[in-house]
């Protein structure tokens, strides 16, 4: 006989747009919860009232008449510490209103089940490890002890699988190829995921963390606006009260063009009204190019894991509020090799799949005996998910050309987790104390800049310690994303370890610079600035005239230090071409190996590039002379047939 359910599986969608909380019942089902207003999804929306905080479909009615005390859209700046909104004279960051948001749903929730005291959220698989760690945050803020982060294409993929729609999987064999193209209301999420005998296996994930129903309603908002701005000479987006009411008018008429040709939309300002019919074809026609990069991003990443030479046979699930709009469907149906499937609600599979993997969670507990359909309870215990990295994840190492920071990516993006990556680095300033690795995630979109999330610092290196003296450093990512790095001087064993956890603590602390302080765990939006660098003799000059201790005791240590790789057999510095002069490939022309550079001299290097990555090809010899300072190129050979070598390559 089962017992009542005291520990509740509750699986929250925490949207840009709206938002939404659901558990599993006792025959093991996801039910959405409604709202005290009686609704099963709640714009995510906070109104702030001298004092009072509302939050929902009350909050957004009042977004006309009380703009500037109204926050919405605030997922978008998720893990932003400078975003702040202040209103009657008190300021709330990303994290205040994303907490306001789930106290709505939680509190509204424990009415009608009873206590919630863990949930699972969900994120956008794009989310960097800071953005996770602030909804993390706004769940405990909201009230939760235990809160489980699963990215949103993932927990639409188990909905899928463990819901009545994917019940036939059970008697399939093959792996099954899944695409969740999920387009929300400011984020789109992208996963390629396979299905094989309970396990749901991520491939590969891509998106826009800045592309969603938004972004539609700004391109039709702007069209009309200055429509009206050409007949009467006023712009309706010159006053927050005027600006609101376009805003409501347009995302109704966004709707309403779901389900018809076209739309009325009222735009009103300075005492001027006026009516406009939207054609279904002018809004399509306004935001094609929207469409299009969706569409660029899904065949990118077919292409990419495409099976065989011409179809990828996998079976598209579109989900997420605006993946309604027909232009959406039409443009699924046309990629070649899948099939587009419309089983899942656009609205409540992520917030349904959330609710199936806290179950899944919880099947060791208590929980699995208030469940009275122990076949549900046996699906749940035997399915697993396994995720990737949507980032690469490495460490920063310093240019001595530039003086600046560059990342070195051990971990790429779309590697299966569980995963672990090591290599060996050299360190370059002689007698270093210690070494400090900046650790690193790369951008969300090619070309952004890295996002530092954390250092592991080794403390009281030997006295005298060489240059290029070996640091070995390990990064690993657990099944759960949870990140550990650690480092180790080989000929001291010294070492160093840290994890990352998703604390409240990480947000707020900062990187200190000064030396003689102890180094903590941080959070930071960008690197932290280098110190300046006196200006240092050429390479070429140094080696034919040491430079004298005082200068390279004068040299001001940089917070993490730069590296340089050495060759896996000899432990002698690589060169341009990431060969070995001891012991390179080449039979017929063995090189000697290079002279090292005086202490305290720093090595010219080119640009970092990641492991793996292709080495451009060395330029022919220059004279002294011919050559310019400072070059962009890797630097050619000097006289005398000495190389320069790579600050690091692949141990």
Not at 187 to 216: C, N, P
């Amino acid at each position: 006989m089962s017992t009542p359910l005291t520990t509740h599986a509750v699986g929250i969608d925490l949207g840009t747009t709206y938002s939404c909380i659901a558990y599993l019942n006792e025959q093991g089902e996801p039910v959405s919860i409604p709202n005290r207003e009686g609704e099963i999804s709640t714009p995510s929306v906070v109104m702030y009232d001298r004092g009072e905080e509302i939050v929902g479909t009350e909050a957004l009615r009042n977004a006309i008449l009380h703009p500037l005390n109204v926050v919405q859209n605030s997922k978008r700046f998720m893990g932003d510490p400078n975003k702040v909104w202040t209103i009657d004279g008190k300021s709330y960051n990303p994290i205040d209103v994303a907490a306001a948001v789930l106290r709505k749903l939680i509190g509204d929730a424990r009415q009608q089940i009873g206590n919630i005291d863990r949930a699972v959220i969900t994120v956008p698989a794009q989310f960097s490890e800071r953005q996770r760690l602030a909804t993390v945050e706004a769940g405990k803020r909201a009230g939760l002890k235990h809160v489980d982060i699963i990215n949103e294409p993932v927990a639409a993929a188990l909905c899928y699988v463990l819901g009545t729609e994917g019940l036939w999987f059970k008697d399939l064999t093959d792996a099954q190829r899944i695409l969740v193209y999920d387009l929300g209301g400011g984020t789109f999420d992208l996963s390629l995921v396979s299905y094989e005998r309970d396990q749901v296996k991520v491939i590969a994930s891509s998106g826009d963390l800045h592309l969603g129903g938004i972004d539609w309603n700004q391109r039709l908002m702007a069209a009309v606006a200055d429509q009206f701005k050409r007949e009467f000479g006023v712009d309706p987006r010159s006053t927050p009260e005027s600006l609101q009411h376009l805003s409501w008018e347009v995302e109704q008429c966004k709707r309403s063009l779901t389900v018809r040709p076209r739309a009325a939309l009222i735009v009103q300002h300075g005492g001027k009204r006026k009516t406009y019919q939207i054609e279904r074809e002018q809004f399509n026609g306004l935001t094609n190019d929207l469409l299009r990069r969706t569409q660029e991003i899904t065949q990118r990443l077919i292409e990419q894991h495409r099976k065989g030479s011409s179809h990828l046979d996998v079976t598209v699930l579109s989900t997420g509020g605006s993946s309604r709009m027909p232009m959406v469907d039409d443009m699924l149906k046309t990629i070649r090799g899948t099939t587009l499937s419309k089983v899942l609600s656009p609205d409540q599979s992520i917030a349904h799949g959330a609710t199936y993997y806290a179950g899944m969670l919880l099947t060791n507990s208590e929980f699995v005996h208030a469940i009275r359909d122990k076949k549900a309870v046996a699906r749940l215990s035997k399915m697993q998910q396994q995720s990737v990295n949507a980032r690469a994840l490495g460490i920063l190492i310093r240019d001595v050309d530039t003086n600046q920071r560059v990342p070195y990516y051990l971990i790429p993006a779309n590697t299966t987790l569980p995963a672990s990556a090591n290599k060996v680095f050299g360190t370059v300033v002689p007698n270093q104390k210690r070494v400090t690795l900046a650790i690193v995630e790369s951008g969300a979109n090619p070309g952004e800049q890295p996002v530092a999330i954390g250092n592991c610092t080794i403390e009281g290196l030997p006295p005298k310690l060489p240059a290029e003296s070996r640091i070995e450093v390990t990064i690993t990512y657990d099944a759960s994303a949870k990140i550990a790095v650690s480092a180790r001087e080989v000929t001291s064993g010294k070492q160093a370890r840290v994890e990352l956890r998703r604390d409240s603590s990480l947000l707020t602390r900062e990187i200190v610079d000064d030396e003689s302080a102890e180094i903590v765990l941080a959070v930071e939006s960008t690197p932290p600035a280098s110190p300046a660098v006196a200006p240092q003799p050429s390479p070429v000059a140094a080696r034919r005239t040491p430079a004298p201790p005082a200068a390279a005791a004068a040299r001001p240590k940089p917070l993490a230090e730069a590296a340089i790789m050495l060759c896996s057999k000899c432990a002698e510095p690589l060169n341009l071409r990431g060969e070995c002069p001891a012991c390179g490939p080449r039979q017929s022309a063995p090189k000697a190996a290079p002279a090292l550079q005086p202490k305290g001299t720093p090595i010219k290097t080119p640009q970092v590039k990641p492991a793996g990555a292709r080495v451009a090809p060395v330029p022919p010899p220059v004279a002294p002379a011919q050559r310019k300072t400072p070059k962009p190129a890797p630097p050619p050979p000097p006289d005398g047939g000495e190389e320069e070598f790579w600050k690091y390559v692949e141990q």
